[in-house]
């Protein structure tokens, strides 16, 4: 028995890399040859970027996607259209803007008046407040408590007292707010000013109608054939330009649309207008609950009205919509860049997404770190962006677990092979399962985000860009079609945050993750409505463990929040009482959204039930889920100790090493272990523990070979040893006894292990090629470099600003039996990828390290010619940017040493 006939690689597996092919109105045979060149690179489908096309929905438009799509249809490709002229999506390409201005983005705007009482005959200006287009939505009036807080109990609703632009109103004695609240088009993000409305189905057909509509029409025959859906790029509400959009928090105008005053009300219970104060400035207990009522309001008309409205005309056409919205720095669950809620926003995409733009790397793992971008939260980034996007694929049923990642792009040129293969392994063992390269770019030079991966062929690690290609598309179909296990459901933070103190859920993932105790990322709609977006059906108990669409929980983990929904936490203390465990971190929540007013709860104005005017204080949350079983621990780290500590773990790895991760995955009634080590500079050696008796056989994606393991099954359990190098992963699989015992496979723990080494010793001699000379010529003398001719060529010298191919010949002399079935050649550091050549034949290609070949049957005994060819990036020659300049560059060459393993 092999891999293939365990059926884990079904033969129709479609490719899942899917990148950006940006458009500029190239030449036919240009457009034609890069999707050649992608198809022979291992690449099933694209998404053509009009982004940069000069005639987004003009003739010259069709006339490149007509040959884009014959191409792809003649080469059994599917395409995927960028739904939108400028970045981000909502724009529609000016055409709402000039014919429908009434369906921009609104919003609402707070200004307001100081003074002082008592006056009589007092009147207030309100007119001159009001700008050309805009107009008075409110005036609420308040007694003001410190400098810029309000007394909830002297709210008072003055709307009805202005008259032609006037308010007339007499302040009672004491310090006084006016405050006024005005729709306006002014004071959102300047970028996004001319787009749609995200909160206003009549603006998103509108959108519908210019964009879609259009393609429909003319490709109609395509569609669900060649054309398979569209791509929709970082939608967001815009009203500020800031990733640190928390509302009441952060200065605003808040969204709004002219139906949004009655659907507040219908939120609240009532008139909500005198609650509008409290979305800006502090006022009491109700301050939380009124922005609760807010965002649950406007996050789920984004969801709803935005892009699921677009994903069901996409359905109902046989295609499908994906994309991702802003998840950057927090911004996912907050206003601004952000859309609210990101499982609400992504429940309308057919996959869930997410984007890694120079955003994650080797070692940033914690704090913030500078990029061109500002200041990026490496824990939001490093620990919770892939997990949140592949945790919504994981729980709604229409995704079917699919999570693409927008990636690569903005990382500059250094971004080789090297960092790609890293990243692929960060992302797939979070869940990602589909990678949308960023980007391929038709036109060489360009400066917009690179890297390009081809570059029109002047990209010089474009010729080993398929050995990428091919190990991605293994580990993602290996990832695709089953079923992710995990055994705890982290809760997200987005209501908590919007009404107050609040912990972010990465911090969770992260202190799990680093003892190899997997998770999900579940949103509070997931586990009390059923009838939510996000799921066909809702959270069901079953044995003590918590089960959503497939996925089995066996512990709910909560980060710490001041306030809650009621109804969430009556739905933990239901999980608690049936016995499933409910961890609290860093303590119970003070209280729940609408204890004090009437969103979900009785208002102040409610008279008690024993006539005495005042309601009996309900029992606290604390008292509530404290009687019910819930556990409080006091830091994430706390929380990954008691979950090891209940048995709850499915793999264990002794002395828990920080930077192995792994994902359990079913698969046609196999379970596979994805294993990968983050570190890029120590070895993880580690004895792996699986919490059932099984038969296991490893695999190598990127050698695309399997191994037989040394397991032991004891106590119901299966164990082995594992070790990874920097940037090495590996798949454990259940297997049939026979294959796992299969005499013809080597050993894991033989792979790379050679009981001597030779060194090969001597003078080099060193070529250098570039992609425009294509030939290699003597490389010239670099002073300082050792004899042998190694070392790193990027030094002051005739190679600094070298980007090509450096090739290093000799001959050696082997007086070993070169009929060992066990000889390899190492060649220690290399910068970046390397092919070998021994004896004329082809040794094979490395991406990343180890840089080690297998040589049995090409050494020969007595003398051999070794070629080794090193192509490191383009960011020697092209580094003059705004990404490369951000970053440590790396050497260039074959720095070694290099010698044969026996």
Known sequence: MNLN???????DDTSRIRPLFWQHHEDEAVLRGEIRAMHENGIGSFIVESRPHPDFLGPLWWTDLDLIIDEARSLGMQVWIFDDKA?????????????????????????????VGPRTGASFLVGPWLGEGESLVRAVVAKRVGADGFDPGTLEDVTGLVSDGILYWDPPAGPWRVFLFIETRLGGEEWTKDYINPIDARAVDAYIEAVYEPHYERYRAEFGKTIAGFFSDEPRFGNAPTYAGIIGRFPMVLPFSASLMDELGAEWGGDFSKRLPALWYEGGEETGSARYAYMNLVSRLFGRDFIARIGDWCRARGVELIGHIVEDNGAHSRLGYGPGHFFRAVSGY???????????????????????????????????????????????????????????????WQEGLKLMKWLTDHLAVRGVNLIIPHAFSPKFPDPDCPPHFRALGMNPQWKHFGVWSAYANRVCRLLSGGVHVAPVAVVYHAEAEWGGEAMGFEKLV??????????????????????????????????????????????????????????????????????????????????????????????????????????????????????????????????SGAIAKAGFRDLEASDSPPSLRYCHYLKEGRDLWFLTNEDIAATVSTRILLSKPVDVVAYDALADRAYRLDCRITDGKTSFPLELGPYESLFVLSSDEGLARETSLEPLADRGRRAGRIPIEGSWRVFTSTQEEREFKPAPVIEGLESSGLGNVSVPGPLRDFSGTLRYDIDFEYAGDPGLASLALDLGEVFETASVALNGIEAGVRICPPYRFEVAGLLRKGRNSLSVSVTNTLAKRLGNNAFDRCMAQEPSGLIGPVAILF
């Open 5 to 11: 006939d365990m059926k884990l690689f079904a033969p």
């Open 87 to 115: 970045f981000p999506s909502g724009f529609a390409a000016g055409i709402v803007r000039e014919n429908h201005p009434e369906l921009l983005k609104r919003y609402l705007a707070e200004r307001h008046i100081d003074t």
């Open 350 to 412: 057919g996959a869930s997404g997410l984007d890694v733009v120079y955003q994650i790397w080797p070692g940033y793992d914690s704090g913030s770190f500078a990029t061109p971008f500002g200041n990026l939260d490496a824990d939001f980034f490093y620990w919770g962006i892939a997990k949140m996007a592949s945790s919504a694929a994981h729980i709604d049923p229409k995704k079917k677990g699919t999570t693409v990642c927008e990636a690569f792009g903005a990382y500059g």
């Open 510 to 639: 992260k202190a799990l993750s680093r003892v190899q105790i997997d998770c999900d990322v579940l949103p509070i709609d997931a586990l009390v409505d059923p009838a939510s977006a996000i799921l066909a059906e809702g959270a069901v108990l079953a044995e003590g463990t918590l089960r959503v669409n497939g996925e089995t929980y066996r512990a709910v983990a909560v980060p710490y929040a001041q306030r809650l929904p009621a109804p969430f936490i009556e739905r933990l203390r239901l999980f608690a009482e049936a016995g499933l465990p409910v961890y609290f971190v860093a303590g119970f929540p003070e209280s729940a959204y609408g204890q004090a007013g009437n969103a979900g709860g009785a208002g102040p104005e409610d008279l008690g039930a024993n006539g005495t005017g005042k309601r009996p204080a309900p029992p606290s949350p604390a008292e509530i889920l404290k009687a019910a079983g819930a556990l409080v621990v006091p830091t994430p780290e706390d929380l």
